[in-house]
Nanobody, 121 residues
């Protein structure tokens, strides 16, 4: 069992930065891949970034490449999403999820409750 809690969301102006954290509790978190997802009002949840269990393999969606970065610290059971050059269309609720293998869909096993990110124009 893995429990995930997101933090770090908030209100920021266009061009600003935020750093989201996903903190895990439970056994063997370091053996799980982690993904960040987002869901804007009226839209489907979409995948944003993933990282493997070791932290040496990452993927970012085309819409955030060059602006976002994902990293993890297994000693602290945390995964961070550094978001730079934020744009209004980045406004969404951001979720982290954990799964034994990386999936490029929504079929991840464990999910957090989400943290709101709002980018003002």
């Amino acid at each position: 069992q893995v429990q995930l809690v997101e933090s770090g969301g908030g209100l920021v102006q266009t061009g600003g930065s935020l750093r989201l954290s996903c903190t895990a509790s439970g056994r063997n978190f370091s053996t799980y891949a982690v993904g960040w997802f987002r869901q804007a009002p009226g839209k489907e949840r979409e995948i944003v970034a993933v990282i493997n269990w070791r932290g040496d393999d990452t993927w970012l969606s085309g819409s955030v490449q060059g602006r976002f970065a994902i990293s993890r610290d297994n000693a602290k059971s945390t995964v961070a999403l550094q978001m730079n050059s934020l744009k209004p269309h980045d406004t969404a609720t951001y979720y982290c999820a954990a799964n034994k293998v990386i999936l490029y869909n929504l079929g991840w096993h464990y999910w957090g409750q989400g943290t709101q990110v709002t980018v003002s124009s």
